[in-house]
Each structure stands twice: as C-alpha cells, then as structure tokens.
C-alpha cells in the first residue's frame, strides 16, 4: 500500500504501478467480489478502532453517528453491491434494427482502468469507501488521497485497505493541499472527488488538462420548505435530525427553513423543545459532535457574529448547556451551540455560503410561490427537503425545483437509498453513485455489434450505381 506520496514523482509511480498491473491482470468478477467480501470483513472487525480514529480527529464524534454514518453507510452499500453484481455485470442486449440485419447488439460494461478518488473529511470513512467499492466492482484499480484534516483516520483507512488489496490494486495516497493539487493533474481514467464547489472547479480545472472525467460531489445551500399543511411536530424533529447528525457537518443537511409567516413562531419553539429533549445532560454531551478543527469553529462563529451585526435574532437552542467541560476536554472548546438565525436578509454571510455546522436560518415566506423563487434565486441544491400534506403544494414545488435529490417529510434518507442515484447538479456537483449508477459511473458502457453475412456493405460501396444506387436510396429514405 503506497504512503506518504509527498512528491509528484512519487505519485506518479504509484499510478504507474496501478496501471500497469491492471493491464497486466484485469480483475475478474469472482475477484471483485472477493475483494469487497473481505472488505466488509475487515472494515465490520475494526469498527471500534475506526470509531476511535474518527473521535481523535474530530476531538469528539459522536460514537453512534459514526457507527451510523460511516460503517453503517459503507456495509449497506457492499452488501447492496454484492447482491447485484452478477447482474449488472451482465452485457445488456439492445435492438440492432432490421438495417442492420442480420446482427445483433449489445452493450458490454467494462472497467475503465485506475481511478482516483479524493476523500473529504467530515465522512472521512464513508466518502471514501462507498465510491471505492463502487470502483472495484466495477473491475478498476484505485488510487485514494484521504483529507489531510483527519489523519488519523487516514492511516486508518491506509492500513485496513493493506489489509484487503494488493499495494499494485489499491494505493492510498497521504499529504496535504498541495498533494491534492498534484494527484488531481494524473491521468486517471476517472476521477471522483468529494468536497467544497470551490475546490471541485480546481479539480476539475486540473482533471481537464488530461482530459479526465470526473464526479464532483459537491454540497450548496440545501433548503427545507415547510408547507401550510406540514405537521410542525414532526417537521421540526426530523429538521433536527438533518442538521445536527455530525453537528450539521453533512453536505445533504437542512442548509435553511422556509416556513410560513403564521407558523415561523411555532416552528422555533419546536426546535428549541425538540433539542433540549434530546441533549438534557448538562456539561457531557457525549452525543453532540464537536467542529473538526478551530479554522471551521472560528468560520461559522464569523456567521453567527455577521448575523447579529446585521440585526437578525440569533437564537440558541441549549440554554447554556454547552457552557460546561466534561471530564474530557480535549475538544469541547470546538462545541458549537445549535442555533437558529431568524429572517437573514439576502446578504447575510450566513446566507452567502454553505454552513456546514449546526447553525439554520429560519426565512418565513407569504405564499408557496415566494417560498419556490427563493429557492430558484440560488444554485440547485444538493438536497431538498419538502414538509407538508398536500400532494398539489408538493407536487408544485417537485414541478419547478431541480435539485441533486428529494426526501419529502424527512430529512437524510434520500441519501441512505442504495437502489437510487446519488449526486448534485449544477453548483452542487455532477454525476452520480451508489448501487448500480456507482457500478456505471465506473465502467464504460461499450457498445458491441456483432454482424452476421449477408452484409448490406457488400453491396454499398462504389461506384454507386445500379445495385448501389438502389439500396442506398433505399436506406436513406
């Protein structure tokens, strides 16, 4: 297993080394499974140990959201994988046409060679084998650059793919912004990358001058619109759950509510009920997850600042709570409170920008109508999640909105579905994984037609007279 890259010659050997042995030997479907058999494995014996990685880099995580977010994603989606290779696999017939006959067609789904994937941090396990896995049973060969900003878990990650694949199958790559920079300029045959928009346009930038094809799974501004007959109870729990899972560090999480005027009030002292509820214990929160490093804690605390600036309520949710240190301290100075920021203009930082935290803007609107322009004023969304009982006022929103995907009456769950694409579009990304459009992202579907005498060529080539002439004009008309 390649380590410490910290060279462009460095990483260029190890993609040479993945390439040549995928030349060499192109993995069969027996090994693909295998492969990804003993990768449920090791990755399902070592959770403790990935839980304990994760928790250090973030200085808190909570344990359960890891098993949750990461494992639990990651398993799902190889058993998912397992169950359906065989088909997908399998070459796909299509019609060749009665002028071509007599042939037939076929499309043949093949590997595309070595593949980079470059991993975030705040999934730092999930978001790297789930597009991984997809990579292998697709039959390539991949080299993985983890985030510099949870180390921890790099190495983790580093020594359990030791563990399932040969050093020439699967290279993981370990350094900072300028490897990053680096390992996006190779020639990959495919490059997947998961982070901000604004590193993903770099990406892509670097990718483009090998004429590489890539997916970005970028985030944005993912909205929750609460309709009139939206059921705030549950609507503001489950809008709970969205945001705070990993402390509101997820690209799919509630970005900001759009709520009716006459509820907005209501709605807010939900979220406050519903967060004390689930957080009671003063001074050990053990199930709230700390900010990944102090760059991001001091970010969102300028968002919240801004906010105030500009007159907006600022809200906590936790009533001091967070105030207290448990008996271990190590990261509780990077707690950042749940908090709600009402009516934010246009300007706001806090609108200007993905939040990424646990921070939510309460916007209340007149009609649905305003509600669905706002949401258009901005780049498509990663994620959109609409509340309500009336199919018309769903369906009228799923009718002008286009987003990366939907959940109606929940939150996250679009994201959980193996038998559905995930991606974004627009700002929020490009192209698509999970399940089968995983297995498709990573292959080529390659079109085979295999013809049988007599053949109309025989008869089509010049001089193009008499017979020529006939089936030509034949076929053209």
Not at 146 to 155: D, G, M, N, Q, V
Not at 173 to 184: K, M, P, Q, R, Y
Request: glycine share 8%; charged share 25%; aromatic share 8%.
């Amino acid at each position: 297993m390649s380590t410490n890259d910290n060279t462009p010659d460095q990483l260029r050997a190890s993609f040479d080394r993945l390439k040549s042995a995928w030349r060499a030997d192109r993995p069969t479907l027996e090994q693909r499974r295998a492969d990804l058999v003993r990768l449920r494995e090791r990755l399902s014996a070592r959770k403790q140990e990935m839980c304990e990685a994760i928790d250090q880099d973030f200085g808190h995580r909570a344990r359960h959201e890891t098993l949750l977010g990461e494992a639990g994603v990651v398993l799902s989606e190889i058993d998912h994988t397992l169950a359906k290779l065989r088909h997908w696999a399998r070459p796909e017939r299509r019609k060749a046409g009665w002028k071509l006959w007599p042939a037939k067609a076929e499309i043949r789904f093949v590997p595309l060679g070595v593949v980079g994937i470059i991993s975030p941090w705040n999934y730092p396990v999930n978001l790297a084998l789930a597009p991984l896995a997809a990579a292998i049973a697709a039959g390539n060969h991949v080299f993985l650059k983890p985030s510099e900003h949870t180390p921890r878990t790099a190495e983790f990650l580093r020594s359990l793919l030791a563990e399932v694949f040969a050093e020439t199958r699967v290279a993981v790559a370990l350094g900072g912004a300028e490897l990053s920079a680096a390992f996006s300029s190779l020639p990959f045959d495919h490059l997947f990358f998961t982070g901000s928009t604004a590193v993903g346009r770099k990406v892509m930038a670097a990718a483009a001058q090998n004429l590489t094809p890539v997916t970005l799974e970028l985030g944005g501004k993912s909205p929750a619109i609460i309709g009139e007959t939206a059921d705030l109870g549950p609507a503001a729990a489950r809008i709970v759950t969205g945001k705070l899972f990993n402390a509101g560090q997820t690209c799919i999480a509630p970005d900001y509510v759009l709520v009716p005027e006459s509820k907005r009030d209501a709605f807010i002292t939900l979220m406050k009920q519903e967060v004390a509820n689930r957080y009671p214990v003063k001074g050990r929160l053990d199930d709230y997850t700390s900010i990944i490093n102090a760059t991001q804690h001091e970010r969102l605390n300028h968002l919240l600042a801004d906010a105030a600036a500009r007159g907006c309520a600022v809200i906590p949710l936790l009533d001091g709570s967070l105030d207290a240190r448990s008996p271990d301290t190590r990261s509780r100075d990077r707690l950042m409170p749940p908090t709600l920021v009402v009516d934010p203009d246009g300007q706001s930082a806090v609108m200007a920008e993905e939040i990424f935290g646990p921070i939510l803007p309460v916007i209340s609107y007149a009609s649905i109508d305003r509600a669905i322009d706002y949401v258009l004023d901005r780049d498509r969304p990663l994620a959109l999640y609409c509340f309500g009982q009336d199919q018309s006022e769903i369906e009228a929103i799923l009718s002008r909105v286009v987003a990366g995907g939907v959940c109606i009456n929940d939150t996250l769950y679009q994201f959980g579905c193996n038998d559905l694409p995930f991606g974004g579009v627009g700002a929020s990304g490009m192209g698509h994984y999970h399940g089968r459009d995983g297995f498709l992202t990573f292959s080529k579907a390659m079109p085979v037609v295999r013809k049988y005498d007599p053949a109309p060529s025989d008869l089509v080539k010049p001089p193009y007279r008499g017979i020529a002439d006939w089936v030509i004009r034949f076929l053209s008309r």
